[in-house]
């Protein structure tokens, strides 16, 4: 994976580090990425957004997740044998 951007494109940049003795060292900055889940395209994708492009509302984050459980089988019975009894 890249380390970019995928809103704005914001990508890692080379430098030098330079002492106050002038000891010139190379360096890079990466910009400030997050993983979300944002919709894009009317779909939910996990995308790696710099925390500019969140901070400054470019994207729509989708919606928190809603964990509903299932119908609960009787106490006892497993959800295989209710399953088969259904049918």
Known sequence: MAKQCDVCGKGTVFGKNVSH??????????PNLQRVRALVDGRVRRVAVCTRCL????????????????????????????????E
């Not at 003795?21 to 990466?30: D, G, I």
């Not at 809603?66 to 209710?82: F, N």
């Open 21 to 30: 003795a002038h000891n010139v060292t190379s360096r890079t900055w990466e």
């Open 55 to 86: 901070r400054s509302g470019k994207i729509v984050k989708a919606p928190a997740r809603t964990w509903q459980p299932e119908e609960t089988a009787p106490a006892g019975s497993s959800a295989k044998s209710a399953k088969t009894a259904a």
